[in-house]
């Protein structure tokens, strides 16, 4: 499975970064390829191209506030997880329960 992920917090620091490391984690623990833009005080970082977004299975928006060029994910609703940045934190699992459902994967 491909997934990628943004993750953004109101201040961009710590929860922005702290969301990203627990998202590619737990992707990778599962095997499945994993890409992270983060979307925090320094602008955007490992910006994901749109063939990286349309190539993905499952689309993680780990954001407490409005994405940077949200336009790019119009096309992904139907593959979209979202989830807050501090519950990615404290229960990084979730993205790949999720992640599973939206593909129809088993456990």
């Known amino acids: 499975m491909k ?10 620091i710590a929860h922005s970064y702290m969301a990203a490391e627990a998202i590619a ?25 749109q063939a990286q977004i349309d190539d993905a299975d499952v689309v993680v928006l780990a954001n407490d506030v409005g994405l940077v060029e949200p336009g790019r994910f119009d096309s992904s609703t139907a ?6 940045p501090h519950d990615v934190i404290t229960h ?13 994967e088993a456990s």
Do not use: D, H
């Open 92 to 104: 990084p699992e979730r993205v790949i329960e999720s992640a599973r459902r939206i593909t129809g």
């Open 3 to 12: 997934i990628v992920a943004v993750t953004s917090c109101a201040t961009g």
């Open 25 to 49: 984690k737990v992707a990778k623990k599962a095997g499945y390829g994993v890409r992270v833009e983060i979307q925090g005080a320094m602008g955007l970082e490992n910006k994901l191209t």
């Open 79 to 84: 593959k979209t997880v979202q989830i807050r």
